[in-house]
């Protein structure tokens, strides 16, 4: 069964750049078989809002103040382990790949890119 053919997937994007969270939001909503549900400018934000909009996988700002992404994504990860996170950045070509986290380029999104990450990297809910 096809991503189109089930549920939207619910996307909550998180960037402290208005510019990138609005960018990220449109290609999400773009997207066939993901809905936009949220948008967060930090990781306190995303983190209050994880549970409150039934979150399945979220964009994640590498860098932000505060609480960084890494933070961010850990503690989701810990609380909700069926969440899909993927970091994001535009500052440099990340190279961090742990079994709980990957690091992407966010100028490099596309609509079939994050059909395809959510193929690979989703369990079936």
Known sequence: MSVQDQM????????????????????VAATPGFQAVGLASSGR?????IDALDVQFVLLDLQMPDID?????????RHHPDVVVLLLTATSRAALRTSLLTVED???????????????????R
Do not use: C, M, Q
């Open 45 to 49: 934000e995303a983190l209050h809002l």
């Open 8 to 27: 939207p997937v619910r996307v909550l994007v998180v960037d402290d750049s208005e510019v990138f969270r609005n960018a990220l939001f449109a290609l």
């Open 106 to 124: 966010k100028r490099e999104l596309s609509a079939e890119w994050l059909t395809d990450y959510w193929r690979r990297h989703s369990r079936s």
């Open 69 to 77: 992404g890494i933070e961010t994504a850990l503690r989701i990860r």
